[in-house]
């Protein structure tokens, strides 16, 4: 059976104002660990940004020296400062220029001042706002419990949009298809009902799913059944981020933390770890990881090939199922409520 979408709070630009409003997250930029002496030039919404290390803070302005218009990510950090690689401009962490070589013994001009925006670490992550942060970073508690063995996974460009991407990854009626064999299984394609609420920031919803016990990450479990259940309990950080608890039958957990960066409307990076707290030695960390490529790899033709890249903020212009597509339903639902007041706003 379908379910029934009602099309209220559309406009002609809906997708468009969804996307604007993505200004006011907190988006991942890169791996902490990547960002040393050097600055970084990333794209974001489109927007190409600067973030370097000034001082013991992360900074990130709009990647454009104000003089000509130099990527500033082609400069260097002296004394804490961002040098400009064209003119030797240099600029402290607010912004503003202190330095203009070829005239030292002029004023610097009052309006030599770079566009900046917040940034912050954490998790592992550079993360940066561009506009005003509806909520906090996304947590992932995992990555400083001493319980849990955490693994950096490389971060993966596809081309279509972080929200379709974000959809793919709670999708449940996918696993049986996409994954058989290794998420699911085709002889219990069927997916049970759940809940699924909403827990202030996050969308939240837990599902118990038969498991065949292939696969690294159940291999170490030394559970023998064919089949087993696994309790998956999801955050999903809205917008763009997802927490995955997986829950195994004899107490052991599994945690997913992933989050996808829109670069523009179609094209998304996406950045994760896992977080384990069995099988702790190093030497499974390769099958672990291996595990994750498989699915990924799985995953990528499938996701990359939907059309429209974005998801379409008519709701009425695809299908739902009850129960199966509850999720998606529900996470549409929020983010048309995002696009609504970026629209009116
Ligand atoms: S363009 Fe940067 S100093 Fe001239
Ligand atoms: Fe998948």
């Not at 940066?128 to 419990?145: A, H, I, N, Q, S």
Request: glycine share 6%.
């Amino acid at each position: 059976m379908t379910e029934r979408i009602a099309s209220t709070y559309l406009t002609p630009d809906s997708e468009s104002a969804l996307y604007r409003s993505l200004r006011d997250f907190w988006h991942p930029v890169m791996y902490a660990a990547d960002l040393t002496d050097k600055p970084v030039g990333v794209r974001l919404l489109d927007e190409p940004v600067v973030v370097a290390r000034l001082g013991r803070k992360v900074s990130a302005f709009r990647d454009l020296c104000v003089h000509r218009g130099a990527a500033l990510s082609l400069g260097w950090l002296e004394q804490g400062k961002l040098r400009c690689a064209y003119h030797g401009w240099t600029y402290g962490d607010d912004g503003r220029c202190v330095e203009v070589p070829a005239r030292p013994d002029l004023p610097i001009p009052p309006g030599a001042c770079l566009t900046r925006y917040q940034a912050v670490e954490s998790a592992g992550l550079i993360w940066v706002c561009l506009g005003t942060p509806r909520y906090e970073v996304p947590p992932f508690p995992e990555f400083t419990d001493s319980a849990y063995r955490i693994l950096t996974g490389p971060s993966y460009d596809w081309k279509i949009s972080s929200f379709r991407r974000l959809e793919n990854f709670v999708d449940m009626a996918h696993f049986a298809w996409v994954h058989p064999g290794v998420l699911g299984s085709r002889e219990h394609a069927e997916v049970t009902d759940h809940e699924v609420w909403r827990d202030g920031r996050d969308l939240r919803f837990e599902h118990t799913v038969k498991e065949p016990s292939s696969g690294e990450i159940k291999e170490q479990l030394g559970i023998t059944d064919a089949v087993f259940d696994v309790l998956n309990s999801y955050h999903l950080s809205m917008p763009l981020s997802i927490h995955l608890t997986r829950n195994f039958p004899n107490g052991a957990h599994y945690v997913v933390f992933m989050t996808s960066s829109p670069l523009s409307q179609r094209e998304c990076r996406n950045f994760w770890f896992v977080a384990r707290d069995y099988a702790l030695d190093e030497r499974h960390d390769e099958g672990f990881m291996n595990f994750e490529h498989l699915v990924l790899s799985q995953d990528k033709p499938i996701i990359e090939s939907l059309r429209p890249e974005e998801i379409p903020m008519d709701l009425t212009r695809e299908m739902y199922i009850r129960v199966a597509d509850k999720i998606t339903v529900e996470y549409r639902r929020w983010l048309l409520e995002f696009a609504r007041e970026e629209g009116t706003s």
